[in-house]
């Protein structure tokens, strides 16, 4: 019986993870239509952002495109990593981690490269190994463009003022509810466009081409890393759906082959019970 005591116990602990699993799936599932729905929007409006700052610093010459336009000789470099501040979500931080890993050790090796990290995940991990300059975690608190555009004009002043000649973004890209796709983004400086994929567009600027230029860059910087962050809160929520669905999934297969196990000893436990008996009776009979 001490058997079958143990095995109900861990049905019943089977049961109580299965109840949390499936409750944070439906909260997830909850915030995620909202996150998909605003990275979904604002997608195409981002992307139109920087395809025409783009092309209008490929017509400017000298340093009108600004000091975010310069080509430096890259030496220092700092990326921008962007995970979660909680767990079970899956492979949804460990892929960043591991991407951000590969980038250093592929295409820096020899350089000075910080981090500054979003998200308290990506911050434990990588501040044993490398160093961490900054961590925001609490952007996600309040996700508004507000709070990230503080952190957009402190990564342009860095650049500016020389202290990292490149600045990348490491985040997952929003895909689907089962698929996060991590990114590598250069943020700063800004990517020339190629001349052989110029669209040739006749434009009419007021005030004045450079003006402009000027006005967009910061707001286009801005945008960019609030689409990044945007990204990634959603495929966080994705990522720990999924999660959430197959854990619920394996905890319901687990509580049932407990269950087929527990019939089982238990009807072993009555035929023998039913054996002895009747083997008593025998025993007075003869």
């Known amino acids: 019986m001490a058997n079958l005591k143990e095995i109900r116990n861990r049905i019943t602990s089977i049961g109580s993870t299965m109840q949390i699993t499936s409750a944070m799936k439906m909260v997830s599932a909850a915030k995620l239509k909202k996150a998909q729905d605003a990275i979904t929007q604002m997608r195409p409006y981002a992307n139109k952002l920087t395809e025409l700052l783009q092309n209008l610093s490929a017509t400017l010459e000298g340093e009108i495109g600004g000091v975010y336009s310069e080509q430096k000789e890259v030496s220092k470099v700092l990326l921008v990593v962007i995970t979660s501040n909680r767990g079970l979500c899956g492979g949804f931080n460990s892929s960043i981690i591991k991407a951000s890993v590969k980038n250093i050790e592929d ?113 286009s910087l801005k945008t960019q890393l609030f689409k990044a962050i945007r990204d990634s809160f959603a495929s966080e929520h994705g990522a720990r759906m999924t999660a959430m669905h197959k854990a619920t999934d394996n905890a319901t297969d687990l509580r049932d082959e407990l269950l087929l196990t527990y019939n089982k000893a238990r009807q072993s436990a009555i035929t023998n019970e039913i054996l002895e008996i009747v083997g008593g009776a025998e025993a007075l009979n003869n």
């Open 107 to 219: 295409n820096y090796k020899g350089k000075q490269v910080d981090l500054l990290t979003i998200g308290k995940k990506g911050n434990d991990i990588l501040s044993k190994t490398y160093t961490v300059i900054e961590n925001d975690n609490e952007i996600f608190d309040d996700l508004t463009f507000e709070n990230v555009a503080v952190v957009a004009e402190r990564l342009m002043n860095l650049f500016a003022t020389g202290k990292y000649d490149k600045i990348e973004l490491v985040y997952n890209r929003f895909k689907n509810a089962a698929t996060q796709i991590p990114t590598i983004e250069q943020f700063l400086p800004i990517i020339p466009v190629k001349e052989s994929s110029n669209v040739n567009i006749d434009y009419i600027f007021e005030p004045s081409k450079a003006e402009i230029v000027l006005e967009l860059i910061p707001k």
